[in-house]
Structure formats: C-alpha cells, structure tokens
C-alpha cells in the first residue's frame, strides 16, 4: 500500500473549517484514500473514504486532486470535540484486504 | 457504521499471568479481524490479521507464542497476551473489515498494564 506524508499537527479555530492535507504520490490505480481519527485513549473512528471522487458524508468532505497525489479532509465548521490525531491511509481492495497501515497522523487541536 | 466491540477496555495484571482480550463484531460477520498495538504517543503498529477458522498470520517481529489469536467464529476474535511482562503493557486496538462498506472498523481499545 501506497505511503501518506501528513503535517504533523495543525490549529484551528472552533466554528472554522480545518483543513487537514495529506499526500500519497504513490498512489496506484486501484487504492482508496481513507481518513480516520483517534481522540485520545480510544480507537480509530472511520471518517470517510474516496477513490477519486470528491465525497462528502455528515462528518466531513473528502477532496482528492485530479491526479490523486493529494487529497484534502474539509471538516466544515470545527468543534473542540473535533481535537484529535487524523490519520490518512491508501489502500487497496484486495482479498485480503481491510488492514490499514498508519502513519503518524496529524494533530488536530482546535482552540476556543 | 459497523460496530466493533472490545472488551475489556482496561486490564491491570501482575507479571508472569495471561490476559485474553476479546474482540466482537456486533453487527456483521468478520471472516478477518486485525489486531494492533500503540505505544504512547505512537501510530499503531498491526500486530496480526486474524483469520476465522484457520491460524492467525503474524507481522514480521511479533512474537506467535506471546501473543495468541484465535479467531473461532464470524463474530468473535481473541488476543491472548500470555506470561505478561511490563514492557507488554500497551494500548490494544483490534478492528474488522465490512467487505459491503469497504471500510475497516475499529474496536475502543484495551489499555493493558502489567505491574
């Protein structure tokens, strides 16, 4: 599976949009760009995930570039709850698949 | 979404015993379940992938013998951590994948502390 290059932490104000980027200019064809997020002493909650397609669920938006090298994860109106590591991972759907490799993440830490 | 359950969520035991820890799909069956560990202030670090009805497969510097899985139903994988020592305590993460959703769910995590 492709390798994800995160800015180790951010700040964002609370009711703002955080933006949180992540590269993988490894990508192959076949692998999604999935986002997950640790607050602490829990474990990883699915965000959302993407192929090459923008997506958008309740929680966030999902934002990959046209040659998919980057993608960007828009959540629009952050919240102190929203105070977390963000992780990006790319990985294929194969048989054996489901198991996601982690990164460092970025810290998320978003200020009143 | 899919929801793994993960039980216990914190675990103190002396040094030499063995502690098991369960992991369930509540809602959904998981042929493959995965295991993972997190030190503080650390990534996680897969551990094993857990696979129903046949052995576990191990990454490259787990230990086989310390760290039991058994995975005998669709909805239910164990971590054995056997002869625990101090530097096994850790944060333990197992997870299981939705092949309908194509996303991998997370269970809440064991907090294990070996004294």
């Known amino acids: 599976d492709a390798k994800t290059t995160q800015p180790p932490s951010m700040d964002c104000a609370e009711g703002r949009a955080a933006n949180l980027p992540c590269n993988h200019s490894?990508?192959?064809?076949?692998?999604?760009v999935y986002w997950y997020r640790q607050i602490h002493s829990q474990g990883p909650q699915y965000i959302i995930h993407g192929l090459k397609n923008n997506e958008t669920n309740e929680m966030a938006s999902l934002i990959i570039t046209e040659d998919r090298k980057s993608s960007t994860l828009i959540l629009p109106h952050a919240t102190l709850r929203d105070t977390a590591v963000y992780y990006c991972?790319?990985?294929?759907?194969?048989?054996?698949?489901?198991?996601?490799?982690f990164g460092d993440g970025t810290t998320l830490t978003v200020k009143p | 979404g899919a929801v793994v359950s993960q039980h216990p969520s914190r675990v103190i035991c002396k040094s030499g015993t063995s502690v098991k820890i369960e992991c369930r799909s509540l809602d959904f069956q998981a042929t493959t379940m995965f295991w993972y560990r997190q030190f503080p202030k650390k990534s996680l670090m897969l551990m094993a992938t857990s696979n129903e009805g046949s052995k576990a497969t191990y990454e490259q510097g787990v230990e086989k013998d310390k760290f039991l899985i058994n995975h005998a139903s669709l909805t239910l994988s164990t971590l054995t951590v056997t002869s625990a020592h101090p530097e096994d305590s850790s944060f333990y993460i197992c997870s299981a994948f939705v092949g309908t959703k194509n996303i991998q769910y997370f269970g809440a995590g064991t907090r294990l502390s070996v004294l």
């Open positions: 490894t990508i192959s064809g076949n692998e999604y």
């Open positions: 991972i790319v990985r294929s759907p194969n048989t054996n698949a489901g198991k996601s490799t």
